[in-house]
T-cell receptor, first 109, second 112 residues
Framework: GEDVEQSLFLSVREGDSSVINCTYT??????LYWYKQEPGAGLQLLTY?????DMKQDQRLTVLLNKKDKHLSLRIADTQTGDSAIYFC?????????FGKGTMLLVSP | DVKVTQSSRYLVKRTGEKVFLECVQD?????MFWYRQDPGLGLRLIYF???????EKGDIPEGYSVSREKKERFSLILESASTNQTSMYLC???????????FGPGTRLTVL
């Protein structure tokens, strides 16, 4: 079945770049998503990429997709303390999304 | 902007009580979803609905039921709450054909 894997934790210093990685199994996924969850809140859509793209950039966010290896990454440039949150990768199936377990990003001053 | 609202941010109930969690979306989305989120387990899909009065089981439907009488409203029902249903419950909605999901703020339910 579909499965999405992420590392559980990443710690960076303010001003550094963060790279959060994700692998997925469903090669027919048409869209892949990144969501952000701040403490005590719901999930907020950050960005998504269509499966025929290799890269998408949106201000400080860069998404890279390696479809051959089924690998997705989210790079956050100039990481700020406000970026501390849990980041979820998700792949789109027929009607639903399959989420990874989330990567907790901790940004220290 | 899409807005998904949930009836309560925090809820405390006793074992055996019937619990209703309400979710409302204002974007005329066909699809609505209920997830629970637990530490170390990520998001797990309980039920979803792709139309009024239609429902589909997700990965963990046991102990839950749902109701969708109107397009904008999707209710999650715990017929007899148990302590292992203490969790964060998240509602989401999306356009048809598995489009981007938009989430509500979540309801943290504690069952004593």
């Amino acid at each position: 079945g579909e499965d999405v894997e992420q590392s559980l934790f990443l710690s960076v210093r303010e001003g550094d770049s963060s790279v959060i990685n994700c692998t997925y199994t469903d090669s027919s996924s048409t869209y892949l998503y990144w969501y952000k969850q701040e403490p005590g809140a719901g999930l907020q859509l950050l960005t998504y990429i269509f499966s025929n793209m290799d890269m998408k950039q949106d201000q400080r966010l860069t998404v890279l997709l390696n479809k051959k290896d089924k690998h997705l990454s989210l790079r956050i440039a100039d990481t700020q303390t406000g970026d501390s949150a849990i980041y979820f990768c998700a792949e789109r199936g027929d009607s639903t999304l399959t989420f990874g377990k989330g990567t907790m990003l901790l940004v220290s001053p | 902007d899409v807005k998904v609202t949930q009836s309560s941010r925090y809820l405390v109930k006793r074992t055996g009580e019937k619990v209703f969690l309400e979710c409302v979306q204002d974007m005329d989305h066909e699809n609505m979803f209920w997830y629970r989120q637990d530490p170390g387990l990520g998001l797990r899909l309980i039920y979803f609905s792709y139309d009024v009065k239609m429902k589909e089981k997700g990965d963990i439907p046991e102990g839950y039921s749902v109701s969708r009488e109107k397009k904008e409203r999707f209710s999650l029902i715990l017929e007899s709450a148990s302590t292992n249903q203490t969790s964060m419950y998240l509602c989401a909605s999306s356009p048809p054909a598995g489009g981007t999901q938009y989430f509500g703020p979540g309801t943290r339910l504690t069952v004593l």
